[in-house]
């Protein structure tokens, strides 16, 4: 299994839409994080799975976990579109993946999921 050990910080709604302003691209794990201790081994089986299927050079090395509510807490993945990152088999990837990971785009959730932080 790829490991890439991270620290992972908790983030606000207002500092992922800085982050979005700011060139970010994300990918998003929707109420597929868990409870925070778990978000390691998220990172883990997605960097083994993007980089096996060749959507990814290397591994995801930025995290954030955003607390929605006391029952659901979000992990963020993000990256930068200059590190080399195929966007259109990621995205074919996401789709076909729904079943175990809920997942969406950062600037989709920040429009999509704004109600849930007020």
């Known amino acids: 299994m790829i490991e890439t050990k991270i620290e992972i910080q908790s983030v606000s709604f207002q500092e992922l839409e800085i982050m979005n302003k700011d060139s970010k691209e994300g990918f998003l794990v929707v109420r597929g994080a868990g409870h925070p201790d778990h978000s390691q081994s998220w990172i883990d089986g997605i960097n083994k799975d993007l980089l096996e299927n ?4 290397s591994p995801i090395n930025e995290a954030f976990t955003i607390q929605v509510n006391k029952d659901r807490n979000d992990l963020i993945l993000v990256w930068t579109t ?3 990152i195929n966007i ?24 999509n999921d704004k109600k849930d932080f007020r």
Do not use: F, P
């Open 54 to 57: 060749n959507i990814i050079a």
């Open 82 to 84: 200059a590190e080399g």
């Open 88 to 111: 259109g088999a990621l995205s074919i990837w996401r789709l076909g993946n729904l079943e175990w990971c809920c997942s969406t785009w950062l600037e989709d959730y920040l429009v």
